[in-house]
């Protein structure tokens, strides 16, 4: 069994970075990606996706990804229910990042790097601009 997606699109909004208490990076975003069918109206419609990226990855994102910025998403998806505030039982799914490629560059307005994405063992993530050439 598979349980592979792949999305490219633009941030919604900048990313949430926080930490677990023991000490985990998670940051929470969405993005928005375009359906490729465009209605006779001519307003194109998007699907929005919850993604979680955890610890490197997760750093990685919040401090180079910003809204607006297109990048690709390489992960699963994961349902996971919790308590709302009013009591109900909620469930949400999210795309857990296993890899995420920067796919513009601060020339195109982004505020990262143009591309970078580390595997779910979470290896050290390596930056353009931290190479030596």
Request: net charge neutral; aromatic share 8%.
């Amino acid at each position: 069994m598979v349980n592979l997606i792949v999305i490219t699109g633009r941030m919604v909004a900048d990313p949430e970075l926080r930490y677990t208490p023991k000490g985990t990076a998670v940051a929470g975003f969405r993005i928005a990606v375009d359906r490729s069918f465009v209605p006779a109206n001519g307003n194109r419609e998007a699907d929005f996706f919850s993604v979680v990226a955890w610890g490197k990855l997760g750093e990685t994102v919040a401090n180079n990804l910003k809204k607006g910025r297109l990048c690709g998403v390489e992960g699963r998806m994961q349902m996971r229910s919790y308590e709302a505030q009013d009591g109900t039982k909620r469930t949400v799914w999210e795309l857990i990042a296993q890899n995420i490629h920067f796919l513009d560059s601060k020339k195109d307005g982004g505020a990262g790097s143009p591309a970078a994405s580390t595997p779910e063992g979470g290896e050290d993530v390596v930056l353009p601009d931290d190479l030596p050439f």
